[in-house]
């Protein structure tokens, strides 16, 4: 099993705004993709749209500015089971973010893409707790020729 | 032992062209860091240098178009040991670069910063080769406060 690891850090911020980010219909619209719908409390499903498909995620966990935990129960096949970590601290000025996908059974080339993608979202999810504007999905930033 | 996994594609690019920017200090300083020197070739080190210290590498393997493979053997504690792959292949207008940061030996909270700065960094290196222009640094987008 591998996983996929990122940690970025929101500039004068704090960890409730960045789990707002996170745990909210319309925090999650404003950097990963305008068309997200469903339930952001724990035991409902999140439905996140792409121009070419999409994901499920069933709520595991949320606490209010410190964990969101997320599994993939719908959506392309390699990331079915799949787990999204999402743990958020305090740090001075800093709202910080660990993220990690855990699960993967094979370190597949769709996982070294999918590797850059989330770190491209990810400044995305910066940006916009930062400045009010991420760029979500139609308006992602491309990072290969899958994308 | 884990590994840093990323896919980048690069548009209207040849492998040939992602290598040079792999293989040679001008195309290394153009998108990783400006302060880098020492030699490129196969057995030779390559001096990585930033603000906070820097990294040495041992070229490994070095093959035009389709391969460069550097052994860390400088640089902070974590780091030495370690490997970084780059893999590149032609897929029509596009060159695909897969990276592999490969043999850490813990997912330590310090792994998880650098696979996102690695994404940002190889980002720059797509839009060098792509445009001509990168971000090295000291002139890179910051990921979170230890950057």
Same mark, same amino acid.
């Not at 606490?63 to 935990?69: D, N, Q």
């Not at 999402?86 to 597949?108: C, M, N, S, T, Y």
């Not at 910066?126 to 504007?133: A, D, I, N, P, Q």
């Given at each position: 099993?591998? $996983?996929?690891?990122?940690?970025?850090?929101?500039?004068? *911020?704090?960890? =409730?705004?960045?789990?707002? =980010?996170? *745990?909210?219909?319309?925090? &999650?619209? =404003?950097?990963?993709?305008? $068309?997200?719908?469903?339930?952001? +409390?724990?035991?409902? /499903?999140?439905?996140?749209?792409?121009?070419?498909?999409?994901? $499920?995620?069933?709520?595991?966990?949320? /606490?209010? +500015?410190?964990?969101? &935990?997320?599994?993939?129960? +719908?959506?392309?096949?390699?990331?079915?089971?799949?787990?999204? !970590?999402?743990?958020?601290?305090?740090?001075?000025?800093? *709202?910080?973010?660990?993220?990690?996908?855990?699960?993967?059974?094979?370190?597949? /080339?769709?996982?070294?893409?999918?590797?850059?993608?989330? *770190?491209?979202?990810?400044?995305? &999810?910066?940006?916009?707790?930062?400045? +009010?504007?991420?760029?979500? !999905?139609?308006?992602?930033? !491309?990072? $290969?020729?899958?994308?």
């Amino acid at each position: 099993m591998v $996983d996929i690891l990122h940690r970025i850090g929101i500039e004068n *911020a704090t960890a =409730a705004e960045a789990y707002q =980010a996170l *745990a909210t219909l319309d925090g &999650l619209r =404003a950097w990963w993709t305008e $068309d997200t719908t469903g339930g952001t +409390g724990p035991g409902e /499903e999140i439905a996140f749209r792409f121009e070419r498909g999409g994901f $499920d995620m069933k709520v595991e966990e949320s /606490e209010p +500015g410190s964990r969101v &935990l997320w599994e993939v129960v +719908g959506g392309t096949p390699e990331w079915i089971g799949t787990r999204i !970590h999402w743990d958020l601290r305090q740090e001075g000025d800093w *709202a910080i973010v660990l993220f990690k996908h855990e699960g993967w059974r094979e370190p597949i /080339e769709f996982m070294h893409h999918c590797s850059t993608k989330w *770190a491209s979202f990810l400044m995305s &999810l910066k940006r916009y707790v930062e400045t +009010g504007k991420g760029e979500p !999905h139609p308006n992602d930033v !491309h990072v $290969d020729d899958w994308d």
